[in-house]
């Protein structure tokens, strides 16, 4: 089980770090003032130390909080069962492609975790891609990730 003092820590840790990169990046871009106006990292420099500000109050509320349970065993393997083919969806774009790798999250998506039928589940896995397609690619005109896959046999 879970507490949520150790989601609310994970989570500080994460966006405090997030905080933190953007305001150590935002230092190669200048920060203040110079001949031309305000420079281009100071916006970002802001934002990075707000955000880091905001985790360290996080952290700080939540290791004053009390040991409640926020999440089951049960209940993050419900969560886990969303969230890991997702990440995996993700990390496949760039090999596949978004519209290959779409279709076959639909697929696993509607075969496997909603137990739709097989026929149900292909349908979805065309459609969605294809929907895709028709509406970024034709009607916005804007190219979507193909990935190395497509690069290579030449679409």
Same mark, same amino acid.
């Given at each position: ?16 770090? +997030? ?24 916006? #970002?420099?802001?934002? *990075?130390?707000?955000? =880091? *500000? ?5 952290? /700080?509320?939540? %290791?004053? $909080?009390?040991?409640?349970?926020? =999440? ?11 969230? =890991? !083919? ?7 774009? #760039?090999?596949? *492609?978004?519209?290959?790798?779409? *279709? ?12 739709? !039928?097989?026929?149900? /589940? %292909? ?5 969605? #891609?294809?929907? =895709?397609?028709?509406? +970024? ?7 979507? !990730? ?5 690069? $290579?046999?030449? +679409?």
């Amino acid at each position: 089980m879970l507490s949520r003092r150790a989601l609310e820590i994970a989570t500080a840790a994460l966006t405090g770090a +997030f905080g933190a990169a953007v305001a150590i990046s935002s230092l190669d871009n200048g920060i203040g003032w110079s001949t031309e106006g305000v420079d281009a990292g100071t916006f #970002p420099f802001v934002v *990075g130390l707000i955000i =880091l *500000g905001g985790s360290l109050l996080n952290l /700080a509320r939540a %290791l004053v $909080a009390a040991w409640e349970i926020a =999440l089951s065993w049960s209940a993050l393997r419900r969560v886990l069962a969303l969230f =890991l !083919p997702a990440c995996i969806f993700i990390a496949v774009i #760039p090999l596949v *492609g978004l519209y290959l790798a779409s *279709g076959a999250y639909m697929f696993a998506a509607t075969a496997v975790q909603n137990r739709s !039928p097989v026929v149900h /589940a %292909l349908v979805m896995a065309v459609a969605t #891609p294809l929907a =895709l397609y028709l509406v +970024f690619e034709r009607l916005f005109q804007v190219s979507l !990730p193909h990935g190395t896959l497509a690069d $290579a046999l030449g +679409f």
